[in-house]
């Protein structure tokens, strides 16, 4: 039973394209969220959906744009791909009444621009 | 803003050596504060977590406290085995706030 599962979970593109990369999770959480993974391993939060309402959005450039079309999903679209996005994304849920906010992730999606 | 420093690794260890990985934080409210693990190729696992001062989280034989007066929580295991290698990351959320700010993640390679 996977909790949080992502697809793809590896992604090699070029320059300039678009692509998606989606989120579910079966946990009956109302909060999700995507990580970026760098070749450091630092890990930085990009956003974060709270009953599908974006509540969390750090200083992503906007061609990164989330979409929830319910609290079981969170998808999220790159466009013109740059090199710098070569990353790895996590995502993430939890449920905002329990504290802590216990968050639970996904595999990850490796993303690798040529 | 929040912060949270861990040390620098790779942490080179050998089988049932004693671990410890410091991490220290920089909070504005009153965080709560996790220890996740990432094993190789795989996503993040929460370990332990502890909500307030002087809380212990444990899992596994890992071992943290919550100190508040040194804004600590260091991870501990008294007997380190191979399948413990991986890469730890130090966390913490604060109140109202529901995002995880990480420390940089601190390598640990046990041998036998």
């Known amino acids: 039973d996977t909790a949080v599962s992502q697809t793809p979970k590896y992604l090699v593109t070029q320059m300039g394209n678009d692509k998606s990369i989606k989120c579910e999770q079966n946990l009956g959480h109302d909060t999700m969220y995507w990580y970026k993974q760098d070749s450091k391993k630092f890990l930085k939060i990009m956003f974060s959906y709270n009953n599908k309402e974006l509540i969390i959005n750090e200083t992503v450039p906007n061609r990164f744009s989330p979409k929830s079309p319910d609290k079981a999903h969170l998808n999220l679209h790159i466009n013109s791909l740059e090199l710098g996005d070569s990353a790895v994304y996590f995502c993430?849920?939890?449920?905002?009444?329990?504290?802590?906010?216990?968050?639970?992730f996904g595999p990850g999606t490796r993303l690798t621009v040529t | 803003g929040d912060s949270v420093t861990q040390m620098e690794g790779p942490v080179t260890l050998s089988e049932e050596a004693f671990l410890t990985i410091n991490c220290t934080y920089t909070a504005t409210g009153y965080p709560s504060l996790f220890w996740y693990v990432q094993y190789p190729g795989e996503g993040l696992q929460l370990l332990l977590k502890?909500?307030?001062?002087?809380d212990k989280g444990s899992n596994k034989g890992f071992e943290a406290t919550y100190r508040k007066e040194t804004t600590s929580f260091h991870l501990e295991k008294g007997s380190v085995q191979v399948s413990d290698s991986a890469v730890y990351f130090c966390a913490l959320t604060t109140p109202g706030f529901q995002k995880l700010v990480f420390g940089t993640g601190t390598r640990l390679l046990v041998s036998p």
């Open positions: 502890a909500t307030k001062a002087d």
């Open positions: 993430a849920s939890s449920q905002a009444t329990h504290v802590p906010h216990e968050q639970y």
